[in-house]
């Protein structure tokens, strides 16, 4: 799987199992009435996705093509690779009904205890690196306990996880900035995929790419096979047509335009590889199932047998090794162990997550969803850069893009309420 | 017509796709209670959110005279100031707010933009007396129960100089008690000359206070029966609100009782936050394969407490006694594990404790037996549906597909899902709390009929129930149960409503464990 583009993020199938409905607000998995009403039900994925369309070619005409030009699209994965891993994590949080106000100091922490551990202590790259997930999730588990087994609210043990953490990283550094790191850890954050030939296309990307894609159309049609033996309904087939195509043709983009710039970023199978997991996880695993019914009805998911603490305790324990993650990729990519890194990074997680149309209330978001809120940001970050927009506008535009977002899915909500009653 | 309060004329009200009412009238006598009957999804609630100005003058068709003049409400505000005030099924009190607080919010007694306390106070503490509630206004709502709640909702009404007080389903969660006080209130309130509509599934409550009665069905007027002229029977509304003869309202049942499935000994439970309180007192219960238990009580008599104790410890704490399931001791400590010893419980409030109203069908379904269809942590999705699309077939669940949402069906149709979900668990004991509660007299007699079908399935069945027919038409026995403690355990050849209420109400000083 390589060169994911924001289309492919959002179909990662199900490998073996089929599944007829798709998950979060689009609700509708058995269309009975058509194609029609199947789209007006995908409403919200699908505006998402034109919503990034859209953004996407509006840049590339105001920038002048710059947007879309290798270098840049290369840029673009690896400088929003740390803020996506985080959204990851950061939905399956807030599908429970928590939040994780902390994932900004423990990714500092972790990225400082890389820098002690490979420069001070002298440890091989890997095995610090292991040792920082091992880190995460320790720190992930103080956490969910306190949440899970003890009752305090996520919002406020994570707030006193961002300052403790924040404040165990500088004491880490003893307030210094460590620099430089060997090249192999600064490879996973800024590394490329071993190149083959020297000139034109790289190989190994397109090869990635054409993988990708007949991954893609295989599993798709396989969950398709297996409905029909189901003697399930199914999404529209001219739907389904339009889709594959439309996906293969932006992976097999993605893929030219990063083969013929300097190939597969590492961070980027990295990312293709937790979004494909943990999409199929929450879509199909009991534990994701168990995490939306923890969101959607706590109680009556207690009632249901749902081992409710252990399912908020692990998700906590998740979330912290995927900090710890984003912590090595951002160290390594910043080659730079700083007191002050991942400022902020919680704030933009928990926005991509919400502009992907998760619910504050919890029971409702994709991991996908979160992907493309995300990229979103991402693209609008660097868009206005490359335009010349000072921080403060862009500070202001997110801000805007982030209610708006939100706006959309309580206006729609309302619409689908008052149809129905 | 001076002596018509109220005169609904030709409301039509057309939702997207929906007539929820078409060319409803209704006419309301001046100092009467006023009965509205239906069965769910009929348009009662719709017609009073007409009425009431939840849905603005212009969004409906059709005219509305009160006192003879025609009105337009635009809003709730409007038809408040006209002396209309509803008071909706689920209370609307803010819980961390005093009595007093609540009965004038949105209406503050102030004086230059600041509260004038001692005035709030005193105005609520008279209006309190005038609904027979003793309680200090300060007190917090959140300390008071349900029915003083409901108590403090009218006080409210009655702050706004009401003329019409609308009540939607008043006594859905009172005990008896609690009942017969708010429909005696509802009475005096007649004798100060406040006209009464009271939308209520509970009919015997309709015989007693009411003077007319509107029924309504599929959105159209059907009929409107003085209650005065004649003998008008339950069978007679339930004739007309389900539009034919309702032979009987239990399907005929004969129950091939097995070896004893479940046994409970000496169970004792103790309050979650005051540990010295017992809620249940050495209680003492067995089912058999193919039987259907009652247990009767009143609201407060630990019903659903002693229920969810047994299920996975989810109420209470120092818990002591023990569960023998075919005679072996089971442990039952966790809801998993009750769950996997072959118990059920389905719940009292399905939207809070059942359902997970924001996903779709199959997925509340599968709910508790998630793992059956999962293969190396896995779900497969395509069984589920199946299995969802069999239990909409054979349960009658009132959707066009398995993916539509729990949270936008009716009662009974959640009701419905519900069961599945833990007959989808195969338990061989399923204790139902209220498993009709809130439910049209049709999908009632449908639930029966599932109840029958489980104990023919050789299933031990436990129903909880506040309604005493019910227990009566249903069950093989019944245990009563008064203040945590069991006083009686008869067959149904015995039981008889008096005998019931008797044991029901049993002091606590005189605890009988008799066999009758």
């Given at each position: 799987m390589s060169a994911p583009s924001p289309t492919q993020a959002t179909e990662p199938k199900p490998t073996g199992t089929g599944n007829s409905s798709p998950r979060g607000q689009s609700g509708s998995g058995n269309p009975i009435t058509g194609a029609v009403s199947y789209l007006a039900g995908q409403l919200r994925q699908i505006g998402l996705f034109i919503a990034l369309i859209v953004i996407v070619l509006f840049f590339q005409i105001t920038t002048n093509g710059i947007t879309l030009a290798p270098i840049n699209v290369s840029n673009l994965v690896v400088q929003n690779s740390y803020i996506l891993i985080l959204a990851i994590g950061m939905v399956m949080v807030i599908i429970a009904g928590h939040i994780d106000l902390s994932v900004g100091s423990v990714v500092a922490f972790t990225g400082a205890m890389a820098g002690v551990m490979i420069t001070q202590w002298g440890l091989p790259w890997p095995v610090a690196a292991v040792l920082c997930l091992v880190i995460g999730a320790l720190v992930g588990a103080w956490q969910g306990f306190w949440i899970a087994y003890f009752g305090i609210p996520a919002f406020i043990v994570t707030l006193a996880g961002m300052l403790a953490f924040r404040g165990a990283a500088q004491i880490a550094l003893q307030n210094q900035q460590i620099s430089p790191f060997p090249q192999g850890f600064r490879n996973i954050g800024s590394g490329f995929l071993p190149a083959f030939g020297t000139t034109g296309y790289e190989p190994l990307t397109l090869i990635l790419g054409v993988i990708a894609s007949v991954a893609l159309i295989g599993t798709g049609l396989r969950g398709r096979a297996i409905r029909r033996k189901y003697q399930l309904e199914d999404e529209p087939f001219l739907w389904f047509i339009t889709k594959m195509v439309f996906t293969v043709a932006l992976v097999m983009y993605i893929g030219f335009l990063l083969a013929s710039y300097s190939g597969t970023p590492i961070v980027l199978v990295v990312l293709a590889v937790l979004v494909v997991v943990y999409s199929m996880v929450m879509k199909n695993s009991v534990f994701g199932r168990h995490v939306y019914a923890i969101g959607g009805n706590l109680h009556a998911a207690e009632l249901s047998g749902v081992k409710t603490k252990r399912v908020t305790f692990l998700l906590f324990v998740n979330m912290g090794v995927i900090s710890a993650l984003a912590g090595l990729v951002f160290t390594g990519q910043l080659n730079l162990a700083s007191p002050s890194a991942g400022n902020g990074f919680e704030l933009d997680a928990i926005a991509a997550v919400f502009i992907g149309g998760a619910a504050v209330t919890g029971g409702i978001g994709t991991v996908t969803g979160a992907i493309v809120g995300g990229l979103i940001i991402g693209i609008l970050n660097n868009g206005m850069s490359i335009l010349g927009v000072g921080t403060e506008y862009q500070s202001l535009i997110k801000g805007l893009v982030l209610l708006a977002a939100v706006a959309f899915d309580v206006f729609n909500k309302r619409r689908a309420a008052s149809s129905t009653k | 017509m001076a002596n018509t309060i109220l005169e609904m004329r030709?409301?039509?009200?057309?939702?997207?796709?929906?007539?929820?009412?078409?060319?409803?009238?209704?006419?309301?006598?001046?100092?009467?209670?006023?009965?509205?009957?239906?069965?769910?999804?009929?348009?009662?609630?719709?017609?009073?959110?007409?009425?009431?100005?939840?849905?603005?003058?212009?969004?409906?068709?059709?005219?509305?005279?009160?006192?003879?003049?025609?009105?337009?409400?635009?809003?709730?505000?409007?038809?408040?100031?006209?002396?209309?005030?509803?008071?909706?099924?689920?209370?609307?009190?803010?819980?961390?707010?005093?009595?007093?607080?609540?009965?004038?919010?949105?209406?503050?007694?102030?004086?230059?933009?600041?509260?004038?306390?001692?005035?709030?106070?005193?105005?609520?503490?008279?209006?309190?007396?005038?609904?027979?509630?003793?309680?200090?206004?300060?007190?917090?709502?959140?300390?008071?129960?349900?029915?003083?709640?409901?108590?403090?909702?009218?006080?409210?009404?009655?702050?706004?100089?009401?003329?019409?007080?609308?009540?939607?389903?008043?006594?859905?969660?009172?005990?008896?008690?609690?009942?017969?006080?708010?429909?005696?209130?509802?009475?005096?309130?007649?004798?100060?000359?406040?006209?009464?509509?009271?939308?209520?599934?509970?009919?015997?409550?309709?015989?007693?206070?009411?003077?007319?009665?509107?029924?309504?069905?599929?959105?159209?007027?059907?009929?409107?029966?003085?209650?005065?002229?004649?003998?008008?029977?339950?069978?007679?509304?339930?004739?007309?609100?389900?539009?034919?003869?309702?032979?009987?309202?239990?399907?005929?049942?004969?129950?091939?009782?097995?070896?004893?499935?479940?046994?409970?000994?000496?169970?004792?439970?103790?309050?979650?936050?005051?540990?010295?309180?017992?809620?249940?007192?050495?209680?003492?219960?067995?089912?058999?394969?193919?039987?259907?238990?009652?247990?009767?009580?009143?609201?407060?008599?630990?019903?659903?407490?002693?229920?969810?104790?047994?299920?996975?410890?989810?109420?209470?704490?120092?818990?002591?006694?023990?569960?023998?399931?075919?005679?072996?001791?089971?442990?039952?400590?966790?809801?998993?594990?009750?769950?996997?010893?072959?118990?059920?419980?389905?719940?009292?409030?399905?939207?809070?404790?059942?359902?997970?109203?924001?996903?779709?069908?199959?997925?509340?379904?599968?709910?508790?037996?998630?793992?059956?269809?999962?293969?190396?942590?896995?779900?497969?999705?395509?069984?589920?549906?199946?299995?969802?699309?069999?239990?909409?077939?054979?349960?009658?669940?009132?959707?066009?597909?398995?993916?539509?949402?729990?949270?936008?069906?009716?009662?009974?149709?959640?009701?419905?899902?519900?069961?599945?979900?833990?007959?989808?668990?195969?338990?061989?004991?399923?204790?139902?709390?209220?498993?009709?509660?809130?439910?049209?007299?049709?999908?009632k007699y449908e639930i029966y009929t599932i109840i029958n079908q489980l104990a023919d399935q050789g299933k031990g069945v436990i129903v909880i129930s506040s309604e005493l027919p019910e227990l009566l038409g249903i069950c093989d026995r019944i245990y009563t149960l008064s203040e945590g403690r069991i006083t009686a355990d008869v067959p149904i050849a015995d039981a008889t409503p008096e005998f019931l209420l008797k044991y029901m109400t049993l002091e606590r000083e005189s605890p009988v464990n008799e066999r009758a």
């Open positions: - | 030709d409301i039509t009200k057309t939702f997207p796709g929906v007539k929820a009412l078409q060319d409803v009238t209704l006419e309301v006598e001046r100092g009467q209670v006023h009965a509205i009957c239906g069965e769910n999804g009929a348009g009662k609630s719709t017609l009073m959110k007409v009425l009431s100005g939840v849905y603005p003058a212009g969004s409906f068709d059709g005219q509305i005279l009160l006192d003879g003049q025609p009105v337009e409400f635009k809003n709730i505000n409007d038809s408040e100031a006209a002396g209309v005030v509803i008071i909706h099924q689920e209370l609307a009190l803010s819980p961390f707010l005093s009595i007093a607080e609540n009965i004038f919010l949105g209406n503050e007694q102030s004086k230059g933009g600041f509260i004038d306390w001692n005035k709030t106070n005193l105005d609520a503490a008279g209006l309190l007396a005038r609904v027979g509630l003793r309680d200090n206004p300060i007190t917090k709502v959140t300390d008071i129960g349900v029915g003083k709640q409901q108590l403090v909702e009218i006080a409210k009404a009655l702050s706004k100089k009401v003329k019409l007080l609308i009540l939607d389903e008043p006594t859905a969660a009172l005990n008896d008690d609690d009942s017969a006080h708010l429909l005696d209130l509802i009475k005096s309130l007649q004798g100060q000359g406040i006209t009464s509509i009271i939308i209520s599934h509970k009919l015997n409550e309709i015989k007693e206070i009411a003077d007319k009665v509107t029924i309504i069905r599929d959105g159209k007027t059907i009929e409107t029966l003085d209650m005065h002229a004649g003998e008008v029977s339950e069978d007679r509304i339930i004739k007309g609100m389900v539009g034919r003869d309702l032979e009987s309202r239990y399907p005929a049942h004969e129950s091939s009782i097995g070896e004893e499935l479940l046994r409970i000994e000496d169970w004792t439970v103790h309050h979650p936050l005051d540990a010295s309180r017992e809620i249940i007192h050495q209680a003492n219960l067995a089912v058999a394969a193919g039987e259907i238990v009652g247990i009767a009580g009143l609201m407060g008599a630990g019903r659903t407490e002693l229920a969810m104790s047994v299920f996975g410890k989810s109420y209470g704490t120092g818990i002591s006694g023990t569960v023998y399931k075919r005679g072996e001791k089971i442990d039952t400590s966790t809801v998993t594990k009750a769950i996997a010893a072959g118990i059920a419980y389905a719940t009292e409030d399905r939207k809070k404790y059942g359902l997970n109203l924001i996903d779709d069908i199959q997925r509340n379904v599968s709910g508790s037996a998630l793992r059956k269809l999962a293969k190396l942590g896995f779900v497969n999705g395509s069984e589920e549906s199946t299995v969802a699309e069999r239990y909409r077939k054979s349960m009658n669940i009132k959707a066009p597909t398995v993916a539509a949402v729990t949270g936008k069906l009716s009662g009974g149709n959640q009701q419905k899902v519900v069961l599945s979900k833990w007959m989808y668990a195969d338990p061989d004991v399923l204790i139902l709390d209220e498993p009709t509660r809130g439910i049209d007299v049709g999908a």
